[in-house]
C-alpha cells in the first residue's frame, strides 16, 4: 500500500530502495529482456533534493528504438488477436502488482522528481486505477454502432491501430505514463516508452511490473534517452502508426514535423496558462483554497495548474492580500516528508528558469508579495521559495508564458466581458476554473472560455471517463473512457446491402 509513514521512516525506506536502484541501474527493456542500450552509453539521474546521483541510465539510441519498434511490430498480430477478457486479466493482474509496489514507486518518484511525497503516494494508486479503468472496457473496445438505412446496413468495429509510441514528461511521470499504456494495451496496441531523461526511475518498475503480470514479450518496451535522439527516432519509425505525447507545445510542433513523413496520428497534452476566475458573489474561502491547491501542489509543476487568477475588482484587494499571506505559510522542504506541501524543482536549469520570472515581475511592474530564493531552511537542492506576483498587466510575460513551477500571477477585472477577454488571451486552452454563485454567468463564461476543460466552483477533480485535453497550443485530441480507444484503435465501417437496391447499369445497352 501507499506510504503514511513519517519522514524518518520515508528516509529508510528510500535509503534501500535507492540502494537496489543504484545496484541495478535503469536500463531498457526490449522484447521482455532488460539490456544496456547498443552504444553501451549511459547517462546519471540526480535527486533534485540535493542533486546527487541516483542511478546510471542506459542512453539508448536510434539503433535501440529499432530493435525496440521491431519487438513491438512482431508482438503486435498475437496481442491484437487475443480477446478482450485475456487481456483484461493481465490488466487487472498489472493493476494490483502497482498496488503491491505502491511504496517502492510513490518513494522512488518523490526521490527521482522532488514531487511531494503527500501527493506522490497517491500517483502511484491512481496508475493501478488507470489501470483497472481501462482493462474493464477491454472487451467492449472493439464494439462500433450499427447504422441501417432502409436498404443497407452500414455498423462499424473498432481495430488496435499497431504498435505505438508513448513519450512522456518529468513532472508526474508514473501516473502520465499509465494514463497513456493502459488504454493503448487495453485496445490491443503494443508500445514502445520514452521516458522523461529527468526522471527515468519509475518507467523500468512500470515496464518490469507489466511483464510480472503476463505481458508477452515486445507488447511493452522501454528504451531510455534524450528526446532529439531517441525520441526522434521513436516518432519517425515506420513501424509505429501513432504517438501519445506529453510535454511542451514546442516540442510537439517538433514531433508533428517528425512524424509527418510516416504519416504518424498524434494525441498531444501540451503546456498551459490556465485562468482562475473568481467572481464577488463565489464562495470566496472554498476560491481561495482552491486557487491555492491548484497552483502550489505538485510544485507548481503540473499541466492544469491555475497559474493566472483573475478577481473581481471588488474583492481584489482582500483575495490576493489573504491568499499572499497564505503563500508565505506553505511549507517547502524535503519532499520525503509528509508534512513538506512544496519540494525542490526537477533540475537546477528549472530552478534559475522560474528564478528568472521572480525577478521579470519586478522589472515588469507587477507587485511581488513573496517568492524567489532559497528557502531558510533549506540548504541544498534546486529548491525556491512559493511566489505570488499581484497588479499583473494580462500582456506581461509572467501573465502570458508558462512557468511551470510554484508561481502565481494575479489581475483584477471589472466586468464578466473582461474577464472572458483576459482569459482567453494567451496562446494556451488546457484548463478554465470558474468560482461564481451566478448559474447563468457559470453557463456563459463555461462555453465562452477558450478551454478543453472547465471546472465551475471546483479544483480539478478527475473523473475517468471525461474528455482530458486542451484547445489552442495546449494540445490535440483527447484522452480518457472511450476517447482513449478511439486514438488508438481504427474504425471501419461495414455495409451490406439488405435487399435488391437499384444499380446504375452502364454498357448494358
Ligand atoms: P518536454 O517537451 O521537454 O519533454 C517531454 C518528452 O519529450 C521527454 O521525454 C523528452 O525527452 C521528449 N522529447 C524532447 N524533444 C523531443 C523530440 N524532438 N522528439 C521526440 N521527443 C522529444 O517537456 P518536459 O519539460 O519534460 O515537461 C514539461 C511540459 O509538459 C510542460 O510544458 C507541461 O505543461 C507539459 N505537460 C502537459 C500535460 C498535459 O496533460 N497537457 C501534462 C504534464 C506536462
Redesign the pocket.
Known sequence: MATKKTFEENLASVKQYRAQVAARGVKNIINGQRVDGASGKTFTTSSPIDNSIICNVAEGTAADIDLACQAAWDAFPAWAALDGKTRRDILYRYAALIEENAERISLLESLDTGQPIRFMAKAALRGAANFRFFADRAEGAQDGLTLPTNDHLNYTVRTPIGPVGV??????PFM?STWKIAPALAAGCTVVH?????SPVTAQILTELGLEAGLPPGVLNLVN????T???A??EHEHIKAIA????????S??MQ?GAPTLKRVHF????KNPVIVFADADLDRALDAAIFMKYSLNG????SSSRLLVETSVYEDFTNRLAERVKKIKVGNPLDPATEVGPLIDAG?LSKVQSYVDLAVEEGATKTSGGGMPANCDAGNYINPTFVKDANPSMRIAQE?I?GPYLTAMPFETEAEALEIANGVKYG?TAYIWTKDVTRALNMAHKVEAGMVWVNSQNVRHLPAP???VKN??IGRDGGDYSFDFYMETKNICIAMGEHSISKLGAD
Open positions: 513519450i512522456t514528461p518529468w513532472n508526474t502520465l520514452k521516458p522523461a531523461e529527468l534517452g534524450y528526446g532529439e531517441v525520441g526522434k521513436l516518432t505525447f506529453v510535454g511542451e507545445s514546442y516540442t510537439g517538433l514531433i517528425q497534452e501540451l503546456g498551459g509543476e503540473r499541466c492544469t528549472h508558462e511551470f488546457l482530458f485535453g486542451g495546449s494540445g
